[in-house]
């Protein structure tokens, strides 16, 4: 399976701090989204990073690539109440249609 | 228009019953996906329908059986189905297949 590995399950901090998510996955891939997910509704695309990209930038948010690990990192910068949820990393490999998604990081931010 | 429409949000039906999740998008998507998911997992993807024929079922049971009538719509008939598969279903499309993709708000859907 490709499915994506995160870490921390979970992870609680203050706002203000930074808050990094790690994900792997096993098999190549085309590229790489990160998603967020409040209160289990919708989910919201936040960035993709194509597997010949090490790193993307999009405001408070930064997505490293290690094709050579297959591991990518998410992190959040002067975190807010707000980004409290729970964020995804989803796959999509090199042949086929499929995009799946990682077990997820639940974030809680406390204001 | 970014949006993803799914209807109802909200669905009990019974085991016998026979009902329809629907979805919609009008930004010119080609893509179009059927996730399931239970609370505090992730999604599961069940279909992918890329240019209106459908190009992954991921062995689901049919009992569900997905429907494509035009490039902005997107079914999900429902029959016969358990309690088990009570759950979030989201539908989601993107331009092209394994692009960013745009998600509904879900059905929640209780079977009973």
């Known amino acids: 399976s490709q499915q994506g590995e995160e870490d921390p399950q979970a992870l609680s901090i203050q706002e203000g701090e930074n808050a990094t998510m790690n994900c792997s996955y096993k098999?190549?891939?085309?590229?790489l989204q990160w998603y967020r997910q409040n209160s289990g509704r919708g989910l919201v695309h936040l960035i993709l990073?194509?597997?010949?990209?090490r790193e993307k930038h999009s405001g408070r948010l930064r997505v490293t690539l290690d094709t050579s690990k297959k591991s990518s990192s998410l992190l959040i910068t002067a975190s807010r109440a707000a980004d409290t949820a729970s964020y995804f990393c989803a796959t999509a490999g090199t042949g086929g249609f499929k995009t799946i998604f990682g077990a997820g990081t639940r974030l809680f931010v406390k204001a | 228009d970014t949006e993803v429409t799914q209807t109802p949000k909200h669905l009990v039906m019974g085991m016998t019953n026979k009902k329809s999740l629907k979805c919609e998008q009008h930004?010119?998507?080609?893509?179009m996906y059927w996730y399931k998911q239970k609370a505090k997992k992730p999604p599961e993807l069940m279909f992918v329908y890329s240019y209106e024929k459908l190009s992954i079922n991921e062995s689901v049971p049919s009992r569900f059986s997905p429907e494509c009538p035009n490039s902005s719509l997107l079914n999900l008939h429902l029959h016969a189905l358990q309690p088990e598969d009570s759950a979030l279903y989201l539908c989601?499309?993107?331009?092209?297949?394994?692009?960013?993709?745009?998600f509904g708000q879900g059905t929640r859907l209780t079977v009973v």
């Open positions: 098999t190549s891939i085309n590229n």
């Open positions: 990073i194509r597997s010949n990209e």
């Open positions: 930004m010119g998507h080609r893509a």
């Open positions: 989601a499309s993107s331009q092209v297949a394994r692009g960013e993709a745009f």
